[in-house]
Nanobody
Framework: QVHLVESGGGLVQAGGSLRLSCEVS????????MGWYRQAPGKQRELVAS???????NYADSMEGRFTISRDNAKNTVYLQMNSLKPEDTADYYC???????????????WGQGDQVTVSS
């Protein structure tokens, strides 16, 4: 099994910054893609940013320039640095990881439990 544990969320004022972390553990053979998604109340879950094992990054248009995704392959950890936060960034942020396990190299697509980010105006 593959487990994702997130941390770093909380309450921040508009214009402030937060850094989310997500550590992946378990029977991991590879982590091909790591990403962050968010879901605001009453809205669908949406991609925030993703990064491949080779370091290729992809951002949602509204986050590019304010958010930075990075990963530490040695620690199986992905980070999301969020700057210039806005009230509309308030949401539950979910970590995602995709790859293969050691068990017969089966594929996994795993999610963290969600981390709440609240931006006050």
């Amino acid at each position: 099994q593959v487990h994702l544990v997130e941390s770093g969320g909380g309450l921040v004022q508009a214009g402030g910054s937060l850094r989310l972390s997500c550590e992946v553990s378990g029977s991991i053979f590879s982590i091909n893609s790591m990403g962050w998604y968010r879901q605001a109340p009453g809205k669908q879950r949406e991609l925030v940013a993703s990064v491949t094992s080779g370091g290729y990054t992809n951002y949602a248009d509204s986050m590019e320039g304010r958010f930075t995704i990075s990963r530490d392959n040695a620690k199986n950890t992905v980070y999301l640095q969020m700057n210039s936060l806005k009230p509309e960034d308030t949401a539950d942020y979910y970590c995602n990881a995709r790859g293969r396990t050691r068990h017969r190299l089966s594929e996994y697509n795993s999610w963290g439990q969600g981390d709440q980010v609240t931006v006050s105006s």
